[in-house]
């Protein structure tokens, strides 16, 4: 998780300084906002699962029953935590973007919307994409 968490901070940092105004002092500052605003609920999201995972391996009565319900997890449920693993899909704001082809719809990528509009190079795909990924996290 650590790695992929790494490669998606990168990903929303680059968005960012790619469309940075200037090198002043309120210009970075806003940025590191943005970047914070956007990649700090993931991080702890992520630190949790972590600290949920670890029970896994735990000789423990919480590990046992961790393993054994993870090993019995219904298939709907199961099917459930994929599709939140996959729909974090970020991409770079200053490359073109890769068509999305998932089954999953990709969550909301603040820096990828905000940075484009920024830098004016916003396709109604990336509206389209954005729209729909926003619906769908606000649904669930």
């Not at 998780?1 to 998606?8: K, Y």
Request: proline fraction near 6%; aromatic fraction near 6%.
């Amino acid at each position: 998780m650590g790695a992929v968490n790494a490669m998606h901070d990168a990903i929303a940092l680059a968005n960012w300084i790619n469309v940075l105004p200037s090198i002043s002092t309120k210009d970075i500052n806003m940025i590191f906002s943005e970047y914070k605003a956007e990649r700090y609920p993931l991080a702890k999201k992520a630190f949790g699962t972590s600290r949920m995972l670890s029970k896994l391996i735990e000789k423990t009565m919480v590990g046992a029953i961790a393993r054994f319900a993870s090993r019995n997890m219904p298939v709907w449920l199961h099917r459930i935590a994929i599709a939140k693993m996959a729909a974090n899909r970020p991409q770079v704001s200053f490359l073109p973007l890769v068509e999305d082809t998932g089954s999953v719809k990709p969550i909301p990528q603040p820096s990828l919307i905000k940075s484009r509009k920024l830098a004016g190079n916003v396709s109604s795909t990336t509206t389209t994409t954005a729209t729909t990924a926003t619906s769908t996290a606000k649904a669930d």
